[in-house]
Structures are given as C-alpha cells and as structure tokens.
C-alpha cells in the first residue's frame, strides 16, 4: 500500500506505523488522518501483524496536533464533523484488539498528546513533550483527548492541562502516570521493539482479549465487566494455546504457541 505521509514496516508480527510529515512537525492535515484510518483498518484485518509501533518521523516531533492550516478552515458544522471523524479514526486506534504502543519521540501537542493516549501504552523519549494548547487557538481538544486524558491522570490534571494549554516534560508525563517509561531518545525505537516483541510472541488470541477486557473498563459497571472478563477467560480456555502453554509450564519447557 502507498502512503504519502505513513511509512509501514512490517517485521516479525510487530507493525512500525511512522508518521511522516517531519517538516510539518507531524502534525494532522486530514490526508494524514484518512491515512491512518487505511493503515489501521489493513492492520486490523491482516493476521500477520500482532502488535504495533506507532512513532513519529524525525527527532523533534511525535505529533505536533492537527494541521492548524486546516483548522484554521473549519465553521460549526465543519467543526463537528472533523471532531467526529478524529474520535473516530482514535476510536478505531483504541478498540483495535492489537496492542498499539506509542512510541513518543519528541512533542506530543493537541492531537498528537490525543493520538498517543489512545494507543495501550506510551513511551517516550526524554526530550518528549506532551500538552493540549488547542485553548491558545480558541478550541478545545476534540479527538477524545478531554475523556481519555481525565480518566488516565484524574481531573485535576487533565484541567490544569487543558486549560492552561502548558507543556509538561517527559519526566512529568512519567510522574503523573501518562506515559510508563521514559527512554534516551536513541534508545526508544529498542525499547518500543522489545517490549512489542515480547507481547508479539506470547499466545496471541489471549493478548486480543485481555487488550478487549481492559478497555472494556470505561464502558461498564464493575459488575458488568467481570461478567465480560470471565467470558473472555472462558473463551481462552478453549484455545489450543491454552493446552500448549499450561502443559508446557508442567513439563517444564517453552510454550510453542500457534495462536489458535
Ligand atoms: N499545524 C501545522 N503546522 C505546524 C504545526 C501544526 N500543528 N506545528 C508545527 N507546524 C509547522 C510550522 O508551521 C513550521 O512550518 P514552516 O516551516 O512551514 O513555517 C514547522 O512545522 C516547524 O514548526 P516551528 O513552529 O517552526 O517549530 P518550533 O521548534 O519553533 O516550535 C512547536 C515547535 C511545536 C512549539 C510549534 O510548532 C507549535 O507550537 N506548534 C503548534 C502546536 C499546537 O498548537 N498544536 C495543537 C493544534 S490543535
């Protein structure tokens, strides 16, 4: 497939998805944004790919939002419908049952701190910045960034980040539990291999419905999620997966999982 603005490389079960409009900083014009709704929906259905890498193109920038050129365009219906159609292509990212892990490499503005929340994991690169300045331009953020960014680091920091438009360093993002690991940024292209490798070699059906009962967490009762997580159980017990990684713990050996 071609893209203008993505790279893709796929290597060992882990999919690489690299922004690539570094003298835009990364940001996302709409061509950008169909492009990842492509990209996403081919990896959701190629059983090939396990997990996936999601990075910015350069050193500076991960994402640095949506393309302001284009906002700049936008009147109240135009508006409703480009916020629809982010959450949408987010939504896609977040429901995918495929790891995504952010690989968070330089700023992480407006939609681009959106787009990292809603991959699984975030890592990023010590000179990483994250921030939501939509306020600076007379907006606020509308790729889901005001759900998702409340319920990962609670309310008052969402607010405070929100409505003040400030950046917050890599370390900060670590300290208030919105990125896990913050990494030299010559090391966090490894880092994110690594971790995704290790996922990408564990049974496969069980990482897809342990991704589904995690997420399903914001959508229903306590109560209501337990019952969805026994039935996930359940359905990972009847995976030949099952059987191979139990048995091979018993006999003391490597499990050799077919992800069946
Ligand atoms: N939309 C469109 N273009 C953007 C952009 C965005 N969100 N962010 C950066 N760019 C462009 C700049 O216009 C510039 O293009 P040019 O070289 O054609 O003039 C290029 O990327 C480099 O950015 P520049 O501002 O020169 O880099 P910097 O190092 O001085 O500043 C930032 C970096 C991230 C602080 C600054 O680019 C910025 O504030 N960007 C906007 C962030 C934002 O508000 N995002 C939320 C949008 S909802």
């Known amino acids: 497939m071609n893209y203008q603005n993505l790279l893709i ?50 050193e500076k ?14 009147d109240i219906i ?31 503005l407006g939609g681009g701190c959106e787009l990292s929340l809603a991959c699984h994991i975030r890592l990023a690169s010590a000179n990483a910045k994250f921030g939501q300045p939509e306020v600076n331009l007379g907006i606020i953020p509308g790729y889901g960034g005001t759900q998702r960014l409340t319920r990962l680091v609670n309310s ?32 966090l292209m490894d880092k994110a291999l690594e971790m995704a490798n290790k996922i990408a070699a564990k049974a496969q059906q069980a990482i897809r419905l342990a991704v589904k009962s995690v997420n399903i967490v914001d959508e229903v009762s306590s109560k209501e999620g337990q019952i969805y ?25 490597k499990p050799l999982f077919k992800n069946k």
């Open 9 to 58: 490389d796929v290597k060992d079960n882990v999919a690489v998805v690299t922004i690539n409009r570094p003298d835009k900083l990364n940001s996302l014009n709409m061509l950008t944004m169909d492009e990842l709704f492509g990209a996403f929906t081919w990896i959701k259905s190629n059983g090939n790919i396990a997990v996936v890498v999601l990075t910015g193109k350069g």
């Open 61 to 74: 920038a991960f994402v640095a939002g949506a393309d302001i050129a284009e906002l700049n365009t936008l």
């Open 78 to 108: 135009k508006g409703r419908e480009f916020s629809e159609r982010g959450q949408q292509i987010f939504n896609l990212i977040e429901n995918l049952d495929k790891p995504v892990i952010a690989a968070v490499n330089g700023f992480a």
């Open 156 to 187: 008052g920091r969402a607010m405070e980040l929100i409505l003040t438009g400030d950046m917050i360093d890599a370390n900060e993002a670590f300290r208030i539990g919105l990125v896990n690991h913050v990494y030299p940024l010559s090391e």
């Open 229 to 253: 997580e026994a039935a996930m159980f359940a359905l990972c017990c009847g995976t030949e997966d099952f059987q191979e990684g139990t048995k091979a713990f018993l006999e003391k050996r």
